[in-house]
Nanobody
Framework: QVQFVESGGGLVQPGGSLRLSCAASGFTFNSYAMSWYRQAPGKERELVAAVTTLGDDMTYADSVKGRFTISRDSAKNTVYLQMNSLKPEDTAVYYC?????????????????WGQGTQVTVSS
């Protein structure tokens, strides 16, 4: 059974930082690229960042480039998202997912399975 358990969200002031973690299980972690998505109220879920199986190539949405960093720890089956210089528009529920890479920056979710997500709220 594929499972993702996200954590690390919270309330932070604009300009602040958070580090999200996602523990994955139920599949061969090293065989899949991993990603973070987010969904804000009233909006569709969007891809924020992705990292390849070896962790040597990362893709970011334009809105987070230079502020967010995705990484993975294959020994722990965990993927991270370091978020710096947070803005109110980053407010959303953040989810991780295993993905399949279709092109240079084109990914598709692999299993149709989502965790509960972790709420990130950026507000003063």
């Amino acid at each position: 059974q594929v499972q993702f358990v996200e954590s690390g969200g919270g309330l932070v002031q604009p300009g602040g930082s958070l580090r999200l973690s996602c523990a994955a299980s139920g599949f061969t972690f090293n065989s899949y690229a991993m990603s973070w998505y987010r969904q804000a109220p009233g909006k569709e879920r969007e891809l924020v960042a992705a990292v390849t199986t070896l962790g040597d190539d990362m893709t970011y949405a334009d809105s987070v480039k230079g502020r967010f960093t995705i990484s993975r720890d294959s020994a722990k089956n965990t993927v991270y998202l370091q978020m710096n210089s947070l803005k109110p528009e980053d407010t959303a529920v953040y989810y991780c997912a295993a993905v399949v890479r279709l092109g240079a920056s084109d990914y598709v979710e692999a299993f149709g399975s989502w965790g509960q997500g972790t709420q990130v709220t950026v507000s003063s």
